[in-house]
Antibody, heavy 117, light 107 residues
Framework: EVQLVESGGGLIPPGGSLRVSCVASGFSFSTYWMHWVRQTPGKGLVWVARISPDGSITTYADSVNDRFTVSRDNAKNTLFLQMKGLGAEDTAVYYC??????????WGQGTLVTVSS | EILMTQSPATLSVSPGERATLSCRASQNVNTYLAWYQQRPGQAPRLLIHSASARATDIPARFSGSGSGSEFTLTIGSLQSEDFAVYYCQQTITWPYTFGQGTKLEIK
């Protein structure tokens, strides 16, 4: 069974940093593109970042470019999202998502990041 | 960036009836279109990819159609578990963008 389990969310003051993680199981993690998608009540679902199976290619949404870094540890079946310079607009549930042929076929349960003083 | 527009924002339908949800893309996305269902407190779940292909284990009452810029998700004979929010997403051009969602509620 494919499982994606995020962790690391929490309450962060504006300007702070946070790293969220996603542990994958039930599939060959190292052969899939992976993504982070976030969801806010006001803006719905927004794609944030993606990473290639070997980690050599990363792409970011304009809104997070230069502030967020996606990475992966294939030996530990884990996806990461390092976030810095957080603002209120980054408050969201962050989902880890598997990509198969440009389709987001499995989603984790999400981890809530709240940016507030 | 391709803008995805879903209509209506809220759709009220009685159990057992059929629901039709619409999604429009601001540019031609061919059939690079997916539909997701999100129940309260849950993550989105893939229903349809490539505009009309049902994902694994999705019941046959869910069907997708359309190409280019106009798409439809039809849910036949609504079950209680089908009342949720539905999102469309284009996957032809980065960044992949989602519609704002249609909430399907019980009439």
């Amino acid at each position: 069974e494919v499982q994606l389990v995020e962790s690391g969310g929490g309450l962060i003051p504006p300007g702070g940093s946070l790293r969220v993680s996603c542990v994958a199981s039930g599939f060959s993690f190292s052969t899939y593109w992976m993504h982070w998608v976030r969801q806010t009540p006001g803006k719905g679902l927004v794609w944030v970042a993606r990473i290639s199976p070997d980690g050599s290619i990363t792409t970011y949404a304009d809104s997070v470019n230069d502030r967020f870094t996606v990475s992966r540890d294939n030996a530990k079946n884990t996806l990461f999202l390092q976030m810095k310079g957080l603002g209120a607009e980054d408050t969201a549930v962050y989902y880890c998502v598997r990509d198969i042929y440009a389709t987001f076929d499995y989603w984790g349960q999400g981890t809530l990041v709240t940016v507030s003083s | 960036e391709i803008l995805m527009t879903q209509s209506p924002a809220t759709l009220s339908v009685s159990p057992g009836e059929r629901a039709t949800l619409s999604c429009r893309a601001s540019q031609n996305v061919n059939t690079y279109l997916a539909w997701y269902q999100q129940r309260p407190g849950q993550a989105p779940r893939l229903l349809i990819h490539s505009a009309s292909a049902r994902a694994t284990d999705i019941p046959a009452r869910f069907s997708g159609s359309g190409s280019g810029s106009e798409f439809t998700l039809t849910i036949g004979s609504l079950q209680s578990e089908d009342f949720a929010v539905y999102y469309c997403q284009q996957t032809i051009t980065w960044p992949y963008t989602f519609g704002q969602g249609t909430k399907l509620e019980i009439k």
